[in-house]
């Protein structure tokens, strides 16, 4: 197809490379995009764009693209607050020496947690939240929002050995937190909504010390982390903000994985005869939850056969890349790849799996969920909140 083609195609679908994550349906966009213009400047967004397999991998690949803009380690907006501290230290935010070591040990602890347990816990997390509520006919969408948010994070809480099963209020206070901090992050957050999050991160940052101080966490792998850290002479903060951190990233993206499988099985009734696991992992890669995620160039390189400057921004389609049937594997390009690719990607699997099993044996009916949704406001994260 050629390009005047794809800008015909773009504008009656009225779609364009950042508004597509929230689209109906922005996968026969993204595969024009992938066969058609891999690698192309969007003028009007000022952006560079990576929709093919391979481009979005030698972006990914490429030394000059770093996570943060170098001269912006933190988000404006976030910038001297207590949230802005605690993502200045993640090891997600940071390029090269600054992010490796610590990774070293956060990737083998990840790696070591059996899906299974994780599985487990989410069902006794589920019945802490589910606490006082008995059999009902039919979970409202209200609940069942507030649980995609909730129980995949709270889950992870009771894997990394935190106090979150005591009372159904402190794993729902816990949830609230993380979720107020991932929110602060979002380039379209309000004021009010980055003052929450500097107190969500505040909150958080004490709420660990004192677990971690009274050793309350001294049966999962938490006391493992810290004593190896110590000795690879890792600062406590940069734990601690890196522990908050798995929090912080099980919250959205999981809960998006999750929502879209109850959208998949809403659709598609005769899946949910299949495995739950299958069914998540056909969605990681066919209805993702991270739609794309962007890298900043640190010097004037060639990037897939363009030149391009430092300063400028490459949106990375990872959903693109994803549906273009033009990869040598099938991967779920949603949890990214290359040095900063996902480390927590089974993990997620199977707590969205967890919380969908919990959400329909506590009531939710996918059929009629899928029938009254919207897509979060998000740049780059497609995530449905139910009506
Ligand atoms: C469906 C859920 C999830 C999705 C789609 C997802 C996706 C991603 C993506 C795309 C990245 C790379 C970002 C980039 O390169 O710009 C990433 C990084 C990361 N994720 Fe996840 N993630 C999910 C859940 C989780 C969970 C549950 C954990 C922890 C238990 C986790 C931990 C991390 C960490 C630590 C990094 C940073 C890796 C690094 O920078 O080296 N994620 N994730």
Redesign the pocket.
Known sequence: MNQTRIAALAETAGIDPLSAVTHPDPYPYYRELAASRPFFRDARLGLWVAAGPREVAAV?AHADCR?RPPAQPVPPALAGTAAGDLFGR?????DGAA?APL?AL??PM?AA?DPVRAAQQAVAMAQVLDAGNGARTAMPAASVNRWLFAL?VVA?ASVLGLPVARDRDTAVEVAQQVAAFAAAQSPLADTDTVRAGAEAARWLGTWLASSLACGVAANGPLPALQHAALAAGIEAQAVAA?II???V??C???????GNTLLWLGRDPSSGGMPLQGVVARV?QDD???QN???FLAADTELCGHAVKAGDTVL?L?AAASCSGLADDAR??????????????R???A??AATVAALRACGAEPAALARAFRYRPSLN?RIAHFL
């Open positions: 990914l996570v993640l090891v997600r935010m940071n992010h990774k956060l990737v990840l947690v995949p992870l890196n951190g798995l929090l990233q099980a959205e993206a999981t809960a998006g994985l999750a990681a993702p939850p991270v995620t962007r890298r990375v990872l779920a390009w949603t949890f990214g790849h290359g040095r900063h690719a996902c480390p927590g990607d993990l997620a699997q707590l969205a994260a």
